[in-house]
């Protein structure tokens, strides 16, 4: 793997802002450009941007993007990253199927399932069927369990929202106040179900 050294500079009316990566791979480069380009498009609908890489102190390559909307910006700086980085997108998507085949996280039972093809509730259920059928959990555990299973975000809002719906369909029970619930299962010889 080549030695890459990478600087993205960024001007908008705000002034000029550098993001510097030396040595890292792709993917913490991409994560850490998208969160730079949406905080310069925080401030501004349109930005220039530069970006100088160097591969192994031998081949110094630059690009110029003028005047780019957020779509167009992120777009172009990504491109010329797979291209620096020499990512294939076919390659890109394995790695991402193949997180879910080797990832201690993902978890045997979902293996019966489509996570894709599954909505948000059907999979809040099938975490707290399959991951704690007799135990009480809180909505900030299932958050962070369904976030490192399904390697999605969800926001505690629309869980708090499915967790009612829940109760009040009878499919959990819960306890506790507002800031300290927690859901189980009913008992078995009851089955829940949608």
Not at 18 to 26: M, R, S, T
Not at 102 to 108: G, M, Q, T, V
Request: hydrophobic residues 30%.
């Amino acid at each position: 793997m080549s030695y890459i050294y990478l600087e993205v500079n960024a001007s908008d009316r705000n002034g000029i802002s550098k993001l510097k990566f030396e040595g890292q791979y792709y993917e913490e480069v991409k994560e850490r450009i998208k969160k730079f380009v949406d905080y310069i498009f925080k401030s501004d609908e349109h930005a220039e941007f530069k970006i100088e890489a160097k591969i192994d102190d031998v081949v110094t390559l630059d690009r110029n993007f003028r005047r780019c909307d957020y779509t167009t910006a992120l777009s172009n700086i990504l491109e010329f990253l797979k291209y620096i980085y020499d990512v294939d997108e076919v390659e890109e998507e394995r790695k991402f199927e193949s997180y879910y085949e080797k990832s201690s996280a993902y978890p045997e039972w979902l293996q019966g399932y489509d996570p894709a093809n599954l909505t948000q509730r059907e999979k809040v259920f099938l975490l707290i069927k399959h991951n704690h059928p007799e135990e009480w959990i809180r909505s900030q555990d299932i958050k962070v369990e369904y976030e490192t299973i399904y390697g999605e975000s969800i926001k505690l809002s629309s869980l708090s929202t499915y967790l009612a719906r829940f109760y009040s369909s009878g499919i959990v029970n819960r306890r506790g106040t507002r800031a300290q619930r927690e859901y189980i299962l009913p008992q078995k010889g009851s089955s829940p179900s949608f």
